[in-house]
């Protein structure tokens, strides 16, 4: 089979690299269509009762994540002057193309009692605008009588105030929401250079704006510093541009159908899909490696460039399709998860890292035929003094200090299993963003004066419809907010029943005292008020639905993490709603973005995990299919599992949480080093026929000819995802720091620990029924050395070669 292919692809090279050269314009046109994901991430299945739930929430009330919050700290706002810019600021965002709505301290509104229409009408309390300083303190001492606002809009204590935007549904999720957002910033800027004063953003379509417009940025930027980086490490290795500019050609291509994949999937790239172009240059680089090394061994063997060609397809084919599959593997597991975000991922990185295998298998020969062959300097790099150094360590420690190799790695692996145990999963609603980030210094302001931003939604079922009109029922809400206000985590209540007491409150002209639910005799004549009652604002659709059977209660929290976060809502929050409400006909429910955000977090560490499990057992099975032999893939199997609890330890120890993005890299790191073991252990099991079952000796020569492609292989995967250790994004700095840490580890295991092993407990016979498809590779390596290339067969002049 790999002979006949090996035919076809140097025979047909011009029209395969044709092929491939159209497939990829059409794919670099499909490419350009890609878009930006600009929807939350839907982290929880849509079958999940919570998710349904919250959806029915969205359609009662409306989006509860499309606040954007402006914040200040500074009594110069209260100057006239700054006073008035601020009335401005405000009035200037509210007149932005996709604004519902601008809440602030110069748009408050009061409720006036119109006795000749019996309505309560809003005026606006700062209109006209106040012509001197002692007008201004005069309405702000009204304000501080509106007990509606305080601790939503005003905090009296530290004198912080806040401007809340609420931004329309279609632009949250569309990529204007980006021109939006910097406009709004641009009018904050101008209004900091008129007054002086710092404003802090926050938000969660603020907090998504500044994500994605940093993923667009990060993007490019990997994928130039992935090229640029395994560039420099091809031309250090070979010392010949073909040999650098070829690969990166390779791998070029399948960045372009990285792309076009997307848009034929219908996919958008998102915060984990917008990493692998550069996550493809990095893994696609070590198959152009295995092949290059190869065909420079074959031509400073016999000098014959197309026998060298063909025999690069023939004996490296089989194996380069094992590891790519493996590699595949860590990766598309994760599309069998329920989760959509992860499903992509898996889906688009598996399908191209095959991909990958089938460009690099034709285009490196078919393009290498046509070029000269590689000269002596250019083949130097197989004499390596240092390497070469190296390797020789590694096989004197593997024959003469194997008991020591085993005493160091089993206290490593006990080191390591203390450290997965001091593991904690824990996520924050701004995770990805560093501590030093302007974005996580806001926030703290909002938590600081107003206890956060967060949204958290409490819905209460009255029983019956219209039932928000019965007095006994609001005293039952407002007896259930009483005791959320006396949560610490949680914001001051908003709800109908702030809005009845505030108009209770407007009933009685204003008077801070009745800003109370009405009595018995009050409610009658209040009612006539409220019947009469235009919802020109939406501010009662917003908290009560059609029927007047369900109420909603809002609160915002503080992003505290998954762990307080749960323990919150399961053991404060909950026990606390059926204790108030125990003994009535109402319900209440916790929903919102920030309950989904926990049960989100929650399923993506479960489907992580699920996706190592089955990652496991499939590359198992791909072990068992090459070598049949349950004592070959134990052995196979140590060497990879060893780094991923080294890393597991290193997270422990290194207070380094089990998230999405940390729960990741096990995956993943463990389809990429099960390459390095296929590639020895396949030179292997050809060594041990060569010297007569001879396992020392086999390990020997495979260690030395293997030992330098493996290295070059994994200092580039190492040099490749060590770069996202300088992205902005925490995930991304953890998949990139552990990532390379595992792959390191893996090299060391893979060139030290498994010969060990081999040598150790593999007594080099292959018993009846344990003939795999490795010795089909092996078949290849044992042809006849002298063979000669039907060089008319294959349409390639003899003047060609070497």
């Keep these: 089979m790999w002979t006949r292919l090996a035919h076809i692809i140097l025979k047909y090279r011009l029209t395969l690299i044709l092929i491939i050269g159209v497939l990829t314009i059409c794919m670099g046109l499909l490419g350009r269509k890609a878009e930006m994901s600009y929807d939350f991430a839907a982290v929880v299945p849509k079958e999940d009762p919570d998710f349904i739930y919250f959806q029915q929430f969205k359609k009662q009330f409306g989006e509860d994540s499309n606040i954007l ?115 709004i910033e641009k009018l904050g800027e101008q209004f900091t250079q008129q007054t002086g004063i710092r404003l802090h953003y926050a938000g969660v379509p603020y907090v998504r704006t500044i994500m994605t417009t940093q993923v667009k940025a990060e993007l490019s930027r990997f994928l130039v510093f992935s090229l640029v980086i395994t560039a420099l490490i091809l031309f250090i290795f070979f010392r010949s541009f073909y040999a650098v ?12 159908w990285v792309l076009g994949t997307i848009v034929l999937f219908g996919y958008k790239i998102t915060l984990l899909t917008g990493l692998l172009p550069s996550i493809i240059v990095v893994i696609g680089i070590p198959n152009c490696i295995y092949l290059l090394t190869k065909y420079h061994q074959e031509i400073r063997a016999h000098g014959n460039k197309i026998k060298a060609l063909s025999r690069i397809i023939r004996k490296i084919g089989i194996v380069t399709l094992m590891t790519n599959a493996t590699t595949a593997i860590g990766f598309i597991v994760l599309g069998f998860a329920n989760i959509s975000i992860l499903r992509e991922f898996g889906i688009i990185a598996g399908i191209n890292i095959l991909n990958t295998f089938l460009i690099s298998l034709i285009l490196i020969p078919a393009v290498f035929s046509y070029l000269p062959s590689p000269t ?72 600081a004066n107003f206890k956060g931003i967060m949204p958290l939604e409490i819905v209460v079922d009255t029983g019956k419809k219209r039932g928000v009109l019965r007095l006994e029922n609001l005293k039952q809400i407002e007896s259930l907010e009483d005791t959320l206000a006396r949560i610490p985590a949680l914001s001051k209540p908003v709800s109908v029943v702030s809005f009845v007491k505030a108009s209770t409150q407007a009933f009685f002209n204003g008077n801070t005292q009745y800003y109370r639910l009405p009595t018995n005799q009050e409610k009658n004549f209040l009612l006539r008020y409220l019947s009469n009652q235009d919802d020109q604002s939406g501010l009662l659709k917003s908290f009560v639905d059609s ?29 606390k709603l059926q204790a108030t409400l125990a003994g009535t006909a109402m319900k209440a429910y916790v929903t919102g973005t920030t309950l989904l955000f926990i049960k989100g977090n929650d399923y993506l560490i479960k489907n992580l995990q699920s996706s190592l499990l089955i990652a496991f057992v499939l590359i198992a099975c791909i072990m068992a299919i090459l070598f049949k032999s349950p004592r070959m893939i134990i ?64 390990v020997s020569a495979s260690l030395f000819e293997t030992g330098s492609s493996m290295i070059y292989t994994s200092i580039i995967l190492f040099s490749g995802f060590i770069i996202f250790a300088g992205s902005d994004f925490g995930g991304t700095v953890a998949l990139g720091f552990l990532t390379s840490s595992t792959l390191l580890c893996a090299m060391f295991t893979n060139l030290i620990l498994l010969p060990s092993l081999l040598i150790s407990f593999d007594t080099g016979k292959i018993k009846k029924g344990e003939y795999g498809w490795i010795e089909e590779y092996n078949e290849f390596y044992l042809e006849d050395e002298d063979e000669e290339i039907d060089l008319s067969l294959l349409g390639v002049k003899a003047g060609k070669s070497a």
Aim: charged share 20%; hydrophobic share 45%.
């Design 69 to 183: 919050a402006i914040g200040m700290q500074d009594s110069q706002v209260y100057a006239l002057r700054n006073f008035i810019e601020l009335k401005t600021l405000s009035d200037q965002i509210a007149g932005q193309t996709g604004i519902v709505t601008v809440l602030s301290l110069p748009r408050l509104q009061y409720l006036a009692k119109d006795t000749a229409t019996r309505k309560l009408i809003p005026r606006p309390l700062f209109s006209p605008l106040p012509q001197n300083q002692a007008e201004l303190d005069s309405l702000l001492a009204e304000a501080n009588k509106l007990e509606f606002y305080k601790g939503q809009v005003i905090n009296q204590q530290t004198g912080a105030t806040i401007l809340l935007v609420a931004i329309e549904k279609s632009m949250l999720n569309s990529e204007n929401r980006i021109g939006l957002v910097n406009e």
């Design 245 to 256: 500019f070829f690969p990166l050609i390779v791998v070029g291509v399948v960045v372009v």
């Design 376 to 447: 002596a300097r250019q083949t130097r790099h197989l004499d390596a003094r240092m390497l070469n150094g190296v390797l020789r360590f590694f096989h004197h420690s593997i024959h003469h200090n194997r008991v020591a190799i085993y005493v160091f790695t089993s206290l490593v692996v006990v080191v390591s299993l203390a450290g997965v145990l001091k593991i904690k999963a824990l996520a924050y609603m701004v995770d990805d963003l560093p501590e030093t980030s302007s974005v996580k210094k806001d926030l703290a302001f909002f938590e």
């Design 547 to 575: 029927t007047g059977q369900v109420v909603r209660i809002s609160v915002k929290i503080a992003d505290m993490g998954s762990i307080k976060m749960d323990s919150l809502v399961k053991h404060e929050i909950n026990p």
């Design 635 to 698: 052995i196979s199997l140590i060497p990879n599992i060893i780094p991923l609890l080294i890393t597991g330890g290193l997270m422990g120890y290194f207070n380094i949480p089990l998230k999405p993005s940390t729960a990741l890299i096990f995956s993943i790191a463990f389809g990429i080093s099960v390459d390095d073991t296929i590639h020895f252990l396949a030179k292997y099991r050809q060594e041990l026929l060569l010297h007569k079952l001879n396992v020392p000796k086999a």
